[in-house]
């Protein structure tokens, strides 16, 4: 796994985490690997995957049945506004990109739009 140097391993390691929550490769309700075989999988000490999750936890993302492990919330609300969140951050980000690249809001809906066209079209005819 590649992480960025300038951002605490497990900050990433929850973001990943929640990108697979948001996007359904993580179910409601499904049960999580145990500590040690996520830390193999991602390449990192136990105690910083345990950290992440632990973070998870708090956020209500994951909850831990006694003695049964860890597992995905089956909140559908809390899931949707996650998602919702994540994608404003990112919109935000591109937006904030392109204004210091000096363009103006016009600008960016015309790109948006060309871009979301030609995405379309690749999409209809399976040229992804």
């Keep these: 796994m590649d992480f960025q140097a300038n951002i605490p391993i497990y900050l990433q390691l929850i973001d990943m985490i929640k990108l697979q929550i948001v996007s359904g490769k993580l179910q409601p309700g499904e049960k999580m690997k145990p500590v040690r075989e996520l830390a193999m999988e991602y390449g990192v000490n136990p105690n910083t995957m345990q950290k992440a999750l632990a973070e998870l936890e708090w956020e209500k993302l994951l909850y831990t049945m006694r003695t ?22 990112r919109i935000g980000q591109f937006f904030e990109e392109l204004r210091r690249f000096g363009y103006e809001k016009e600008e960016i809906m015309y790109l948006l739009e060309r871009y979301m066209e030609e995405r379309m079209e690749d999409d209809s005819t399976g040229t992804v």
Excluded: H, K, M
């Design 68 to 89: 049964a492990g860890r597992y995905v919330t089956e909140d559908a609300v809390l899931i949707s506004r996650l998602r919702e969140n994540l994608a404003a951050e």
